[in-house]
Structures are given as structure tokens and as C-alpha cells.
């Protein structure tokens, strides 16, 4: 479809002669050649992968495959048994990963729910129901309120249409559209063309297809967000470059080991060869890629708790990293509720609270009439309000919030009405509405005529540029008066007072003129019913902030994260909004989408690094502002609930979109969706994300530090050239590596979040999660103090066994039993390890020794694992194991409470050390 027939400014029989049509539609053989010609009238997506692939896709990481390899060395190693387990682990990972995933997916086409079933079409001079997908261009059908856009058409006639398009632009209040062209501020403001995937919320209208399916702009959007790639989430870089570190540290240490094992001790090359397979198992964190699935899991049930829907586990830990949130305004950082703030009057002005009128600090009470409670003018105003009004609000008992059933404006009216305690249906039985002349875009004004007796009331509301000029008159404390230039300058410098702070102002005035017939009434037009009017005064109102935003809003800014709001609405309501909130200060630059159109990248990335705000953007620009963001190397969270968002939450790094609001395409592009609309519960993701990350780091610390009293004995042994009986065999080393460590460290990611976790800045993007720190604590502190006492507790056994009497040592029994207590030696101090990791910095008893339960599930697990291997015959002759003495157990308890003191020491020393450089 040529892009010719967009242009709103081409006359429409013009049009109409291009599309081949007319007034009265197309035939039916015309439609159904077009048909085969244009296609379906509906969003195609690009072919995505089967679930098989998916499926598999779960078992080829690279932390994966390495566990593929490990089960393969312990089966080489003649440990079969626990080869398996290692594999078993694995597939058990996979179909979890897959799982969680999948069952976050959406199973049908949302792209598809957002056009209508049915419309109503001109077909052979006869009006028609069919299926929306059956629409073609030059089809010409018909809209009234409720309706959904099906395509987009140009206007042919309209009655009071207003089109709800903050799907596509994310302005709040419903555009006017009329036949004729009108130029508007923005994309998508043409006044006679109707867009796919917005809704009619008042009047009806007729209008001919000028575009279906993907070329239309709803098409365009969905185009642009199907080519977008999925981003690889920073985690998964993360463990892929750990995996190549934690191989490369294995195969060295295993050479080593294999090279010792032939030229210094003199082993045979098979057994020096299962001794270096046995050494690389034993640096292979097996229990790695659980432990992160387990952990992400578990952030994304907790984020479920806050109202944060996570489809993609990675997501979890990526949201701990953004150091840029690109937020929407309307229904994100606001209510998505117009409501009014303040009513002017001549003789003073009111501020509108939840509760009823403030004035001069008294609330008048909304449950009381207000003709008892209200001034004159003020009751006027109010009457005029409720009267001159179309929508309704019900109570939705699903949501438990109100539903409109019109506008936003006049349902905030409605709600202004509700807390004056104004009656509606009481007073049109004694005043009915006798007449109406509708909103249009031309005068921007609607007049309703009431009877009441003899009298009749003309009742008129609209913008106060166009209602002012018709005023002769002004009311002040009941009493109309003739209006002057004084009187007008406050009124024009009231209005002028709401727009700078954003707000949108509506004004009211009325006429009373005497019953004389019903041909009186039929002869009340525009022309002679909206003159001569008496001003009573205005009403200011905005969609409000979400009572929960501002400490949302501090929080971001203590953690280091930059807010930048990106709306498709006006100048002065985004700086309002965002000044209001704490978002910027008053010297924020608003650069508006055409502006935005003539900047350079260069220019954009300067502009970025700056307080900035985006007004009037359309899709494409909301993209681009996203992009330039990663270009600069950050990490972007973009929010989102229209079919205009869907383009930049699928670029993002983390798509965030609004679960009630929000429309299908926002849910299918983003990776996280707000239950409760809540821009606080991003902050809540966002806190669980770091830790989620922290958690990660603790764990891979805790599973490290084992390594080194795994290998320390093993070097003993060579270094000895065999005088030091080997102290832990493979199995035992197996052991430790997929039995023992596995629950605590799995209770390691189920950590809370450590206080002050929001006051530090995200991480860098060159930080890592294996880094120095964490390999001097893991090898250089806990691992050196593991090695030192299992070394200890093997000798501790072998000089009550007679050593250095080799021939007693080789006898079975107590060269078992210094094997088993060196295993249960690394068994006591991982116990002290899970419990010192839990923090970083903080003291174990500040959080609470028994507050993390799985830790200590994970803890009494070992000792029991510990104690069947050890006691249970079959299982003996497996690991090499034997009972332990009472002596022995004694040692063993007595363990973990030096290294957990220890290891507190440390930490109140460097609690005092930073506290002094701060001081």
C-alpha cells in the first residue's frame, strides 16, 4: 500500500478513487481478490525455534558441557557411579531451566488479542459483520465507543470521536478525530486517520481501510520489534568466562600433578594419569550450574512475591546490573488516572485532596451534600461538572478499581462530583437533560440544556481559550455580574499557572434563560446557546504520581541508578511529573521527539550523559535512545505498556513491562512484568538482582576454598614421594565436590539481600564474579586454614596409628580411618565456610546465626552423609571409609568455632578500618 495514502492532507475523494472504492464499500469478489493479494489482516512473527531446540539448548552452555566432561573423567577414574550422579545433575538442571522458562512463556499470539474479532463492513451496499482478519484496503466500516481499531483507515464521517491512542503514543487523554484535517503535535496526531490497536472511547464514526495487517503502523512497530536479536544476558558471559578460567586452572593443576606424580614419585604413567584426572575433577565446581539455576529461581520467586514476573532466569541477575532505567510515565510513574487537583474560582481556589476540598487547611467532607457544605459558586461549578457529562464509573469487582466507561477527563470529573457528595441521578430527575451539543475538536466545547420548571439551564464546559470569549458575565459569591479585562487577566493567569506545572486545565460556564416550548429547545444551537455566558471558573487536573514512586525514585538514586523518563506525552507535563517525583531538578532539558530527530549520535550521547527527559518520542526514538545508551556501556532496563514500547524493551538488557496496563505486544518483548504496575517493585527487582549476584559470589567462594585442603594432602603425598600416605582418595574428593558442599551452597543462594545492598553502585561492567578478592579469601584464608586442620586431623590419626610405621599405616584399618577423618575434617571446616560466607563484611550474628534454614538443612545433611558413609558397611568399602572414635568426633565438633571467630575478627577489623578512612 502506497505510503500516499497516509497523507492525511490528500483530499479524501482522492483517496477513495487510488483505493478503488467509494462511500458504499467494496463488493464481495473485490474484497476477496484483495484478499489474496494483501493477506490476512494480521501481525505476522518471524518463525521461532521448536521447543526441541529450546529444550536442548539447556544442556550445551559452556558450564554445561564441562559438566558433561567431568562425569566422563570420574568414569575414566573408575568412579562410574558417581560419573553418573554428575550427569544426573546435569539433566536434572536442564529440565528445571526449561522448565521455569517455559512455563513463563506465553502460550498463544498476543499480537493477535490485540485486534478486534468482528467489524462491522460495507460490502455490496449492505452492512456487514465479519472477521477483522478478513479486512482489506478500501473496505469501509464502521466504529463506535468500545470499539478496538481493527486497521488503519481515514476517516469518511465522525460524530464526537475520540480515540484512546496511549497504546501507540502513551498520552493519556483521548485524541479528537473529525473528518477533516486537523495538524497535531507528534506522530499519530492526525485528526482524520485512525490507527490499528487503539480503541474508540466516545462517539461513532465510519472510515475506509487505508492499510491492514503488517503494513499497518501497529504492523510497523511489531516488524521493528521481531528484528531485534535477544541480547546474551551479562550472567551468562559471566559463567562462560568463568568456566574457561576454572578448565584452564583444572588442566594446569592436573598436568602438574601428572608430571609430579611420574618424575618425582615415580608412579606407573596409568595411575599417575587417574591421580591428575582425579586432581581436575576436584577443581571442577560441579555444583556450579545448579547452584546458579537454583539461586535465579529463587530470586524469581521472591520477585514474584513483589509483583515482578520474571520470563527468563538470567534476567534475575542482569536487573541487579542496570545503571539505567528508561521509564515510560503514564500508568509507570503515574496512576494512569486523570483526577483533579484544583478548582479556581473568582473568589479563591481549592485544593482537591483524596478525601474532599481543601481550603484555607479545612477538608470538607465528600459524604456531606454540598449544597451544605459548598460556596455558591463552588456548587455551581460542580453542577456544571457532573450535568455536562457522558462518562460513567463503575467499581470493577475483578480489579477492585473503578472502570470507565468514557473519558478520562470527565471520569475525573465524575470522581470530582463522588467527593463532593454530588448526587447525578437526583438532580436529572429534577433538572433532565433536555438536549445536546457535542464535543468537537473545531470549538473544543460541549454544551448540555437542562429543564428545571420554567427555566432553562445551558450548561457548557470546555478549553478556556475558546469558552472565555463567549463570556459576558462572571459569578462571584452567587451573584453574576458583567465580566472585565481584570477579571480576565486572573482567570488567563490561573490557566497559565496550571500549565507550567503540567496541568490541564478544563473551564465551565452557564446561562439561564426562561421555558417557553419544546420548539424553544429544538431551536438552541451552538451558534445561539453557547454566547452570553457567566464564567464560574476552572478545574486543573493530571494523572497523578504513584504515592510510592518518590521513595522508589530515592532509592534509584542512592544505588547509583540513573532514571530517564521517555513519553510520548507533552513538554510541560513530563517536567512537571518529573520535578514533582524527585526524578530531575527544574534545570532538567526536555528534548522532544522532533528535536530528537535533528541530533546527532554524538550529540544524543553528550545530551544522554546529562538530566535529561524525552517528550512527544515516537517508537523508533524510544529505540534509538536505548541503543545509544548500550553503545555507551550501560546496562538498560526500559519500561514499557504500550504497543509503542515493545521496539525498546526487546533492545534492552531487561524489558520491563506492566502487567495491568500494559497491552500483549509490551508482555511478549520484555523479559519481566509488573503484576502491580509498580515502578517501587522495579527497585524491589532491582535490589533482588544484586542479591542474586552477591549470593554467587559467596557461593563459588565457598565452593573454591574446598579445593585447596582437597589438594594440599594430595601434594603432601607427592611431595613426600609417597613417605605421606595419600590422605583423601578420589572418591573421598567426589565426595566433597558433589555431596557435601552441595546444600550449604545451595543455602548460600538462597541469602537475603545484605543491608545497604541499595547504596552501593551497580557493579562494573569489567568486574567479574571470580576476582582477586575472592581468590585470595578462597585459597590464601579459608582455603590455607581447611588445609591446616584436615592436614592436622590426618595426622592427628596417623600418629595414634604408629606413623611413620608404613607397614602399620598400610594395614587397612587405620590408614581408613586417617583418610575418613581427613574427610571429615574439610566436612567441619565447609561448615565454618557456609557460615562465614553469608556475609561479606557484616558480623554472622548481626543477620542471625539460625535465620537462613536451608543453610543449616544443608549443614546437618553433611554430618548425616557423613556418618552413613562412614558407619554403613556396603557404603565403606566404596569410599574407603571407616567409623570414626569418640575422640575423633570430639575434634571434629570442636572445628568450625575457632574458624568462625577467626573469621569474625577479620571482619570487625575491617569494619573499623573503613569507618576510620570515612570518618
Known sequence: ?????????????????????????????????????????????????????????????????????????????????????????????????????????????????????????????????????????????????????????????????????????????????????????????????VYAGTAVGAGTAEAVVIATGMNT?????????????????????????????????????????????????????????????????????????????????????????RHALVKDLNSVETLGETTVICSDKTGTLTQNQMTVNHIWLPTGEFTVSGQGYVNNGQVQQHNQPVAKTGTPDLNRLISIAALNNDTQVENDTKSKKPKILGTPTEAALVILCQKAGF?????????????????????????????????????????????????????????????????????????????????????????????????????LEIANAEKQLTFVGLTAMSDPPRPEIYDAVNKCHEAQIKIIMVTGDSQLTAKSIAVQIGLTSNQVRVVTGTELDKMSDADLKVALKGEIIFARVAPEQKYRIVSTLQTMGEVVASTGDGVNDAPALKKANIGVAMGITGTDVAKDAANMILTDDNFASIVAAVEEGRAVYSNLQKFLLYILNSNMPEAVPSALFLFSRGLIPLPL???????????????????????????????????????????????????????????????????????????????????????????????????????AAALNCRTKDESLFKIGLFSNPMIWTGIIFEIILLTVLSYTPVLQGVFHMTPLLGTDWLFLCIIPIPIVLIEELRKWLLRVRRRAVTN
Request: neutral net charge; charged residues 20%.
Open 217 to 305: 503502523e501497529f504492523g510497523k512497530i511489531a516488524s521493528l520489534t521481531e528484528k531485534q536479536s535477544n541480547i546474551t544476558s551479562p550472567l551468562t558471559l559471566e559463567l562462560n568466562r568463568l568456566t574457561k578460567q576454572v578448565s584452564i586452572i583444572a588442566m594446569i593443576i592436573g598436568a602438574l600433578f601428572f608430571i609430579t606424580a611420574i618424575f618425582f614419585v615415580h608412579y606407573p604413567i596409568n595411575k599417575s594419569f587417574i591421580f591428575a584426572l582425579g586432581m581436575i575433577v576436584a577443581f571442577i565446581p560441579e555444583g556450579l550450574l545448579p547452584t546458579v539455576t537454583l539461586s535465579l529461581a529463587q530470586g524469581v520467586q521472591k520477585m514474584a512475591k
Open 729 to 831: 582418595t578420589i572418591m573421598q574428593i567426589l565426595t566433597v565436590d558433589l555431596g557435601t558442599d552441595m546444600l550449604p551452597a545451595l543455602g548460600l543462594g538462597s541469602e537475603m539481600a545484605e543491608p545497604g545492598v541499595m547504596k552501593q553502585p551497580p557493579r562494573a561492567r569489567n568486574a567479574h564474579l571470580l576476582n582477586k578478592r575472592i581468590l585470595w579469601k578462597a585459597f590464601a584464608w579459608y582455603g590455607a586454614i581447611a588445609s591446616a586442620v584436615s592436614t592436622l586431623a590426618y595426622f592427628f590419626v596417623n600418629i595414634q596409628a604408629g606413623w611413620p610405621n608404613q607397614a602399620l599405616l598400610s594395614s587397612g584399618i587405620g590408614y581408613s580411618r586417617a583418610t575418613t577423618m581427613t574427610l571429615a575434617a574439610i566436612i567441619f571446616c565447609q561448615i
Open 423 to 523: 448526587n447525578t441521578k437526583q438532580h436529572l430527575k429534577i433538572m433532565p437533560r433536555v438536549k445536546e451539543l457535542p464535543f468537537d475538536s473545531r470549538r473544543k466545547m460541549m454544551t448540555t440544556i437542562h429543564q428545571e420548571n420554567q427555566q432553562l439551564d445551558i450548561y457548557v464546559k470546555g478549553a478556556l481559550s475558546d469558552l472565555l470569549g463567549q463570556c459576558t458575565m462572571i459569578q462571584e459569591n452567587g451573584i453574576a455580574r458583567e465580566i472585565t479585562d481584570a477579571d480576565k487577566q486572573a482567570i488567563n493567569a490561573a490557566n497559565k499557572k496550571y500549565a507550567v506545572q503540567g496541568l490541564r486545565s478544563l473551564s465551565f460556564a452557564y446561562r439561564a434563560v426562561p421555558f417557553k416550548n419544546q420548539d424553544q429547545v429544538d431551536g
Open 1 to 193: 500500500m502506497s505510503d500516499e495514502n497516509r497523507d492525511a492532507t490528500r483530499p479524501l475523494a482522492e483517496l477513495l478513487s487510488d483505493l478503488k472504492t467509494n462511500e458504499a464499500g467494496l463488493s464481495e469478489d473485490v474484497a476477496a481478490k484483495r484478499l489474496q493479494t494483501y493477506g490476512q489482516n494480521t501481525i505476522h512473527r518471524q518463525k521461532q525455534q521448536s521447543q526441541l531446540v529450546i529444550f536442548l539448548k539447556n544442556f550445551t552452555s559452556l558450564m554445561a558441557i564441562l559438566l558433561w566432561v567431568s562425569g566422563i573423567i570420574a568414569m575414566l577414574s573408575g568412579s562410574v557411579e558417581l560419573g553418573i550422579a554428575i550427569w544426573a545433575v546435569n539433566i536434572i538442571n536442564g529440565v528445571f531451566s526449561y522448565w521455569q522458562e517455559h512455563r513463563a512463556a506465553k502460550a498463544t499470539d498476543s499480537l493477535m488479542a490485540m485486534l478486534p474479532t468482528y467489524t462491522r463492513v460495507h460490502r455490496d451496499g449492505k452492512v456487514k459483520q465479519i472477521d477483522a482478519l478478513d479486512l482489506v484496503p478500501g473496505d469501509v466500516f464502521d466504529l463506535q465507543a468500545g470499539n478496538a481499531v481493527p486497521a488503519d483507515a481515514r476517516l469518511m464521517a465522525a460524530t464526537s470521536l475520540q480515540v484512546d491512542q496511549s497504546a501507540l503514543t502513551g498520552e493519556t487523554v483521548p485524541e479528537l478525530k473529525s473528518v477533516e484535517f486537523t495538524p497535531g503535535e507528534g506522530k499519530y496526531s492526525e485528526s482524520n486517520i
